[in-house]
């Protein structure tokens, strides 16, 4: 929105802070996996440690900013996401919490982090950062704060977010939990034969391990039965 808005100096803006943001990611990433792993590299911290510089620097990538500071930020995207994946993840699975996906140190604890730099950057003095507090609610009626209450605000909707978030996922979590929802094994639940048209079915790799090939259709069978 902000690119499409506002002059090309933005777009600029955007587009300059968020690759230096990705590639201090990246290159944090790397160094933060092959620490955790002695020496060797895990492709799915890399990934995802990578793109947590450009999660983490959304909301403040249009600020007229010296360069070191989406650097900064990336570089500590990148630290906390692959820490988050290498260390933290497996304890959480440990603990019965599974994330396929790896999106709470991607787009979770980023996004937490992302929100909390730009409240800090409604605080910046608009003689060094140029794009800042006033400058953003120039164009917008009806709109009076201060710094302070700008940095309120920012504080508010992160909480706002969260609330929202956890609310709605345990909304999610007790209906899936309904006898009318079928369920499988633990240990199948990122397969997707049961549930996707996979032309190559040989690749399930429950069939290696002489296990029924369609938990879910045997599911329905015998709740019809």
């Known amino acids: 929105a902000v690119?499409?808005?506002?002059?090309?100096g933005i777009q600029g803006r955007v587009i300059g802070n968020t690759?230096?943001?990705i590639m201090a990611s990246c290159v944090t990433a790397f160094a933060t996996s092959a620490l955790i792993h002695r020496g060797k590299f895990e492709m799915i911290?890399?990934?995802?440690?990578?793109?947590?510089g450009g999660v983490i620097i959304g909301t403040i990538s249009p600020f007229l900013i010296d360069p070191w500071a989406p650097v900064l930020i990336g570089a500590i995207g990148g630290v906390i996401s692959?820490?988050?994946?290498?260390?933290?993840h497996p304890y959480l699975e440990d603990c019965g919490i599974l994330d396929s996906a790896g999106v709470q140190m991607l787009h979770g604890i980023p996004g937490i982090l992302g929100g909390l730099f730009a409240a800090l950057a409604t605080l910046a003095d608009n003689t060094n950062y140029m794009f800042s507090y006033n400058t953003t609610w120039t164009n917008t009626t009806d709109v009076?704060?201060?710094?302070g209450q700008q940095f309120g605000y920012h504080l508010g909707a992160i909480l706002v977010s969260l609330g929202i978030a956890v609310v709605s996922g345990l909304i999610t979590g007790v209906l899936v939990r309904l006898p009318i929802c079928p369920t499988i094994e633990k240990e199948d639940m990122l397969i997707d034969h049961d549930?996707?048209?996979i032309h190559d079915?040989?690749?399930?790799p429950r069939l290696k391990k002489d296990k029924k090939s369609n938990i879910y259709a045997n599911q329905m069978a015998e709740a019809k039965a």
């Open 19 to 21: 690759y230096l943001s």
């Open 45 to 52: 911290e890399i990934q995802n440690g990578t793109l947590a």
């Open 144 to 147: 009076d704060r201060d710094r």
């Open 195 to 197: 549930f996707w048209v």
């Open 201 to 204: 079915k040989n690749h399930d």
């Open 3 to 8: 690119v499409s808005t506002q002059s090309t």
């Open 82 to 88: 692959t820490f988050g994946y290498g260390l933290l």
